[in-house]
């Protein structure tokens, strides 16, 4: 199956998920904190498949960082002669 074919089954599950949570309410009553929470959870579901749709029609371009080019020239000695040697210490010490 197609991505579009599998998002209209699962719309039409959620649909009819939606119908039987409506006679549920209707014999159980929508103010229970649980009828409630199903109701929000079901809600909360068809939202994420509406943001699921919308992605899956509009595919993001690959994200991709910008490339810095390195020169191959070395660098000047001058810009190194105050910083220590990693894991060494400094150049005029002994390390412990």
Not at 14 to 26: A, K, P, T, V, Y
Not at 44 to 69: C, F, I, K, Q, Y
């Amino acid at each position: 199956m197609s991505v579009h074919d599998e998002l209209t089954s699962v719309q039409r599950c959620l649909d009819e998920l939606h119908r039987s949570i409506g006679r549920l309410e209707q014999q159980l009553g929508s103010g229970g904190l649980e009828m409630r929470r199903v109701r929000m959870d079901a809600d909360h579901l068809r939202d994420s498949l509406g943001l699921l749709r919308e992605a899956a029609n509009h595919p993001a371009a690959p994200n991709r960082p910008d490339l810095v080019t390195i020169s191959d020239t070395p660098y000047d000695i001058s810009l190194w002669t105050d910083s220590d040697d990693e894991g060494l210490g400094a150049r005029d010490r002994h390390a412990p």
